[in-house]
């Protein structure tokens, strides 16, 4: 039997709940308060990113160049290809770019 169960009798061996400190009863109310503060060690985090990326990052380049990517991932399809990424684009999966066509 566990002797964390308020239901369940103490085993012989084990002292009466009453003897027991609060603390130490499951069933007791001056639990406390258990909080971190992560406001420090978030800006810690984000200067290592942002030394990590460098000087010459150019987060406008780095989506201009996705886009390109992009384009060209879903450039030249198959007839069978333009069909599944038109599903696709219709069941919201993909974003609809353009016209529409994967082309675009």
Known sequence: MSPHDPTLPNEPDEP???GRAAVDRPDSASLGDFSVDLTSHEALRRTHV?????PDWDPVAVL???DKARDMLYSDLS??????????VAAGVLPRRGDGSAAS
């Open 79 to 88: 007839e069978e290809q333009q069909r599944l990424y038109d599903e696709l």
């Open 50 to 54: 942002l030394a990590a990326l460098g």
């Open 16 to 18: 009466a709940a009453e």
């Open 64 to 66: 201009r160049d996705e």
